[in-house]
């Protein structure tokens, strides 16, 4: 039988609360009772919430990168893959694990917190642009689309499909988003 280390069990509440409750309403009480873990456990691995956040929040961004990355160097056209993507199973109420993280002002104000989250949306833009440009070389899309500009497109209407999504309490907009971006895409 397979034990989860108390360091992953920190990590894992630390990325769960992140996600529900933000920086500042992330205790290390609350991380400790999620964990199941003692407060000597927790200071034993990191030196303390600031240390423990940056873990969670890389991997976060860690498993976020490699999720995209196995669908976007996977098999089909460029727009499949890019389709695959916008496509994957998520939970939308609960907004995107990283792009939640933008929208909380003490990550975005401390540059160490914040640094895997920029490195992960530069990273995906930058795939991203990689898959567009591979489509427009190989015909599949048009010769005059802007792989760049189209990726940051992409990911900002992804990332407020999110915030439409979390306003209406229903994943609708989020969909009408992924269509629309897909409509435009599969007209160029």
């Known amino acids: 039988m397979y034990s989860v280390s108390t360091q992953d069990r920190l990590i894992e509440s630390t990325r769960e609360l992140l996600w529900e409750r933000g920086y500042v309403g992330t205790s290390p ?55 695959a993507y916008l496509r994957r199973e998520r939970e939308v109420l609960r907004g995107c694990p990283v792009g939640r993280l933008t929208q909380d002002p003490e990550i975005v104000a401390d540059p160490a917190l914040r640094r895997p989250v920029e490195e992960t949306f530069t990273w995906l833009r930058a795939r991203l642009a990689a898959v ?16 760049g500009t189209t990726a940051a497109t992409i990911t900002a209407a992804l990332q407020g499909g999110y915030v439409l999504a979390r306003a209406a309490g229903s994943p609708e907009p989020f969909h009408e988003a992924v269509d629309g971006m897909l409509a435009l895409l599969s007209r160029a």
């Not at 003692?38 to 498993?63: N, P, V, W």
């Not at 427009?136 to 689309?145: H, K, V, W």
């Open 29 to 83: 009480r609350a991380i400790q009772q999620r964990a199941g873990a003692g407060q000597g456990s927790m200071y034993h691995h990191f030196s303390g919430k600031h240390d423990l956040a940056l873990a969670a929040i890389c991997r976060t961004a860690e498993e976020l990168r490699a999720e995209v990355e196995e669908i976007l160097s996977g098999p089909g056209t460029a727009l499949e893959r890019v389709s």
């Open 132 to 147: 567009l440009a591979e489509g427009r070389d190989r015909g599949e899309l048009s010769a005059a689309l802007d792989p």
